[in-house]
């Protein structure tokens, strides 16, 4: 019987409390009496059935007046709710985001253990976190000597034109050794990866997406054959979907790979050009990236290791690949996460400032309902109840928002590899709740527990209120702080961006456009190509309507196309200066027809340009600022031979303004010859038009069919949309960063308007006395504002502070802007401060209209 | 009909309202009255009875006495006369129902009253 009794005591607990108390003893003394047991156990169900209905029915009715309590006070509730769904659907997006583009990992079973050797670039290159690319031969020869790599695969990238059946068109195109795809650990979707076997056939792997947009899925597509370049491929294999090349500086969705290189090729100057391979290694079992370290660092000591003698001693690197495409991605990832706590603390500081503000206000209310007789569980409960209507309304509204505000967001950025397939992500999206819930129900009870602390009883209740105040001038002085640290950020990020788009790149890339021409054999050797072929295509152009000029080139700055480069030898100076191989005499070639400075509005500050007969004449050269810094930095450059071999030397006819192949690097030295009458086998036609690209690519399409229709539809690069590409990381993080800062600032701005407001609201009273008394209005509203704006400095003081640790973070973001940039620092400053007055001064107006004798009445 | 608002009652309350129309009683013995009355049929647990009287207190339909009680932890109610003009209202409600019935020969015809 005992055990029953403990057991119905037990089922009690599940009634809510205050019906517990009240008849727990009349229920038990019933149940005594009972003793069948069909009616005890029918007794014990019922218990529970009803106790579980009651709650449920006292907590619906406490919800429905908290809900009736909120709509009383319509601005408040807007004003809370929507802070917490600009927080949630603020942070939610910039999280997915980030998660799609940087923090997924790599699509590859053993990414952590992949790795990328480089070269160190030496220190001409500015571009210090760009992976210079090695030679095959280089990365043999470190594979070889080293201890710490199982195997390795190499891949290069470019275009190529693909032809199936009748259909034509230029795909990204990755030539890879046959172990590529098993060394990244990448299983086919259908088919196999290249087989070591039958290497002698040239086998092609395409993409899930080129198989479904140019072959219908089918699933027969195994062993048919594709033409790339004039070279036929067997398919052999479909790549999974979503399937990208780790390529160091971003990651690239790429439709074919081959395991056959499009082979070296040598142009009719006689310089050497070497493809951009990408050597991917992988760590043997039992090794980790510390040892693989230490083994390359080793090779880079022993002298007589992997070079061979008379060759330069490069410097290697190898570094995880993560490391290599996201490494310096990791701090500025951390700089947002921080940025977006940042967000989401001075919403809830706001949030939870409101709560204290209202709370203060329902004094009056409460002390009427506790000597009614509601305990203060009651009112906790009351509370806790607002609280919560106001965190589901806001989270609802939140998720809301980010499912609207995700594909704006998405079209406002620059486009990133992987960003596009961003969907909003639930375990971000619960977090981002999660943590403003739990911060609106502190922040709603807290008040509470003060009223509990200073239960005195009766209505005054002073010491809450002062302990509430000065809890709300901190949280206010803290979200200044914090917005003060965003701006400052996103003050030096748009100084880098300005200074970017500033930066002088040697021409006028305005309506610049690049047609590119490449030609192979069916061997796969390069076709070397006839100049008259170019000259006409190019005089084609010219002819169409609307074109300004066309000009030939061999490269053209931002096509990112083709890289001649080359080691240069001086006449008269020692060959200890000018071996071979030797990355400090490495200069760039570029063959170009006589209007070409013209045309792309390059200075030539001394002698002459390219004249018609330069091409049948006497070599000549043109070369430019950078070449002659580095080679003749006492200036006397002009009529010097340089070459890069002794017995075809160039004489130095000219020398032009430098011209940037990248925004953020410096200007490699560079040497223009002219575009001769020797074959070649390629060429761009750089063209000025202010006609668009798709026209173009229609007109330049039917004029080379005509001429020439084996070359096929060249493709057209824009080189204004090739040097946007080169500010798009910038433009990504001003965005970010830039968006957060201005919510931040927004928030910060409601705070101290809210703070003001209510001060303001809570003296009314004592301000009224003080007018009656004869205190001029103008003197209270200095003295209102004034506290607010000592409070605003405290928190721009320490936001100041923050920001000189904050900004070191960004530094690498940076171009050319220092982290303690001053105009940043002090516009920051400027900007809060006439902010946060502002939005004093508006509520702190109020007093002008207090009328002395109304509040005295009021009370 | 007055007492729109709460009628019909539901069974268990009208129950009780019509043991405490004879007469005061505590809990316990409301709930054994109606289990005698229906022979059996309606059986009120502890569970479902207090909550309803809690209800019943709070809206004035019955009433704590201040009689006198052998277990000190029993209280005894009586009707209020809100309860029984309530519990009439109902009665009247379901005569009129059972009148209905008759007339319509789903209860034998009554000899009339």
């Not at chain 1, 996103?490 to 790149?505: D, E, I, Y």
């Not at chain 1, 076709?527 to 609307?546: D, S, T």
């Not at chain 1, 070449?627 to 004489?651: D, E, M, S």
């Amino acid at each position: 019987m005992n055990a029953l009794r403990m057991l119905f005591a037990l089922l009690l607990l599940a009634y809510p409390g205050e019906f517990r108390r009240e008849y727990r003893s009349e229920i038990m003394a019933d149940l005594e009496e009972r003793h069948e047991p069909r009616l005890l156990l029918h007794a014990a169900w019922d218990l529970v059935v009803t106790a579980i209905g009651m709650r449920v029915e006292w907590l619906w009715r406490d919800l429905e007046y908290a809900v009736r309590m909120l709509r009383k006070t319509p601005v408040f509730t807007a004003v809370v709710v929507g802070t917490l769904a600009l927080a949630i659907a603020g942070n939610a997006v910039v999280f997915s985001i980030l998660d799609t583009v940087l923090l997924k990992p790599l699509p590859y079973a053993n990414a952590d253990r992949l790795g990328i050797l480089s070269i160190i670039p030496n220190a001409d290159s500015l571009g210090t976190n760009r992976l210079e690319s090695l030679t095959m031969k280089d990365a043999r020869r470190i594979f070889a000597a080293s201890h710490a790599f199982g195997a390795m695969t190499t891949a290069s990238f470019d275009n190529s034109r693909m032809r199936a059946g009748s259909n034509q068109r230029v795909v990204g195109r990755v030539s890879v050794s046959p172990n590529y795809f098993a060394v990244l650990g990448v299983r086919p979707e259908l088919g196999i990866f290249f087989q070591k076997r039958g290497m002698a056939t040239n086998q092609a792997v395409i993409s899930d997406a080129l198989w479904h947009s140019d072959f219908g899925a089918v699933p027969t597509i195994l062993g048919r054959h594709i033409v790339l370049d004039r070279m036929q491929y067997t398919i052999v294999g479909v790549a999974p979907r979503g399937m990208v090349d780790p390529l160091p500086s971003t990651l690239l969705a790429d439709d074919v790979w081959t395991n056959a290189s499009k082979p070296a090729v040598a142009s009719a100057q006689g310089v050497a050009l070497s493809p951009a391979v990408f050597p991917i290694v992988s760590l043997r079992d039992g090794t980790n990236w510390n040892a693989a370290r230490a083994d390359i660092s080793r090779i880079n000591q022993n002298k007589a290791g992997p070079h061979a003698p008379g060759e330069p001693s490069n410097t290697y690197d190898v570094r995880s690949l993560s490391a290599a495409i996201f490494g310096s991605a990791r701090r500025f990832l951390f700089v947002v996460f921080a940025a977006v706590s940042g967000v989401v603390l001075i919403a809830c500081a706001n949030v939870a400032n409101l709560l204290v503000a209202r709370a203060a206000a329902r004094d009056g209310e409460f002390s009427v309902r506790s000597s009614l007789g509601a305990t203060g569980r009651a009112i906790y409960a009351q509370v806790m109840c607002e609280t919560l209507v106001l965190a589901f309304c806001g989270s609802v509204l939140g998720l809301l928002l980010a499912g609207a505000a995700l594909p704006a967001a998405l079209s406002a950025m620059p486009a990133f590899p992987r960003a596009p397939s961003t969907t909003l992500n639930l375990s971000v999206l619960l977090y981002v709740c999660g943590l403003t819930v739990a911060v609106t129900i502190l922040a709603g009870l807290l008040p509470a527990i003060w009223r509990a602390a200073v239960s005195g009883g009766g209505f005054a209740n002073e010491r809450g209120v002062v302990r509430g105040s000065g809890v709300r001038a901190t949280l206010v002085g803290a979200e200044i702080a914090i917005a003060c640290t965003l701006l400052v950020c996103s003050g030096l990020l748009l100084r880098s961006f300005v200074t970017m788009t500033k930066v002088n790149v040697g021409f006028d890339s305005r309506n610049l456009y690049a047609a590119q021409f490449i030609e192979q054999t069916p061997g796969g050797e390069l076709r070397n190509q006839h100049p008259m072929l170019a000259r006409r295509i190019a005089q084609r152009i010219r002819e169409i309507p609307g074109v300004q000029g066309a000009s030939i080139a061999q490269m053209v700055p931002f096509s990112h196309a083709f890289s001649m480069r080359a080691t240069i030898c001086i006449a008269g100076r020692p060959a200890s200066l000018s071996g071979p191989a030797n990355l400090k005499n490495e200069v760039g070639i570029n063959a170009v027809s006589p209007n070409y400075m013209r045309l792309m509005k390059i200075g030539l500050p001394r002698g002459r340009a390219f004249i018609g007969e330069d091409t049948t004449g006497p070599p000549v050269a043109i070369v430019d600022r950078a070449f002659v810094k580095r080679f003749f930095p006492r200036g006397n450059a002009l009529g010097k031979r340089i070459g890069c071999v002794p017995a075809h030397a160039w004489r130095i006819v000219g020398i032009a303004a430098d011209t940037r192949d990248s925004l953020t690097g410096a200007s490699q030295p560079l040497v223009y010859v002219p575009f001769t009458d020797q074959p070649t086998p390629f060429f761009q036609i750089v063209v000025r038009t202010a006609r668009g690209a798709s026209p173009l690519a229609k007109d330049v399409g039917a004029i080379v069919r005509q001429l020439d229709p084996s070359l096929g539809t060249p493709p057209i690069v824009s080189l204004p949309d090739s040097m946007a590409q080169d500010t798009s990381r910038t433009r990504l993080s001003l965005l970010l960063l830039g968006a957060l800062a201005v919510l931040a600032l927004v928030l910060a701005l409601a705070g101290v308007y809210s703070i003001v407001s209510y001060s303001v609201q809570r003296r009314y009273h004592e301000i009224g006395i003080r007018m009656a008394l004869g205190a001029h209005p103008a003197t209270i509203l200095n003295r209102i504002v004034a506290r607010a704006l000592v409070q605003s400095a405290i928190g721009i003081g320490v936001g100041i502070v923050m920001s000189a640790f904050a900004t070191r973070a960004i530094a690498d973001q940076l171009f050319q802007t220092s982290p303690f940039d001053a105009t940043a620092f002090a516009g920051t400053t400027l900007l809060l401060l006439s902010c946060s007055a502002f939005a004093a001064v508006v509520p702190a107006l109020r007093i002008i209209r207090v009328d002395p004798a109304v509040t005295l009445r009021y009370e | 009909m007055p007492f729109e608002d709460v009628l019909p009652l539901s069974p268990r309350s009208f129950y009780i309202l019509l043991v405490l129309a004879e007469g005061e009683a505590h809990g316990y013995a409301i709930a054994q009255a109606v289990a005698a009355a229906t022979g059996g049929s309606v059986q009120i647990t502890p569970g479902t009875l207090y909550p309803i009287v809690r209800q019943m207190l709070a809206d004035g339909w019955i009433a704590e006495t201040t009689g006198t009680n052998d277990d000190p932890r029993r209280r005894t109610y009586r009707l209020s006369p809100r309860g029984r003009r309530i519990a009439q209202a109902e009665a009247a409600r379901l005569e009129q129902a059972i009148r209905m019935a008759h007339r319509c020969k789903l209860l034998p015809a009554s000899t009339p009253a």
